[in-house]
Nanobody, 123 residues
């Protein structure tokens, strides 16, 4: 059983950068995903990376601005966020799970979640 904990959120101006981290403990040989949820909106897929790092996927809204990575030796995943926009404001969650690759954008297949970290981008 895995436990996840995000860190690195905060307040940043438009165009700024943040790096989120997701520290994992327990069983972590699984796909890692980042999702976000803004007030009044549904949970939204952001990015995902396979255990090997060989398969990566991004939402169109963040492609070219965000980079997902992981360091399995440190049991830690990362989400580097550049060129942030006010519409990126949300609580960001990391999640882990084992499932067929074509489900990686579906938050319902992820069995383990962190508590979330707030990202606020001011205009």
């Amino acid at each position: 059983q895995a436990q996840l904990a995000e860190s690195g959120g905060g307040l940043v101006q438009t165009g700024g950068s943040l790096r989120l981290s997701c520290a994992a403990s327990g069983r972590t040989s699984s796909t890692l995903g980042w999702f976000r949820q803004a007030p009044g909106k549904e949970r939204e897929f952001v990015a995902t990376i396979s255990w090997s790092g060989g398969s990566i996927d991004y939402a169109d809204s963040v492609k070219g601005r965000f980079t997902i990575s992981r360091d399995n030796a440190k049991n830690t995943g990362y989400l580097q966020m550049n060129s942030l926009k006010p519409e990126d404001t949300a609580v960001y969650y990391c999640a882990a799970g084992t499932f067929p690759p074509n489900y990686c954008r579906d938050w319902r297949v992820y069995g383990y979640w962190g508590q979330g970290t707030q990202v606020t981008v001011s205009s």
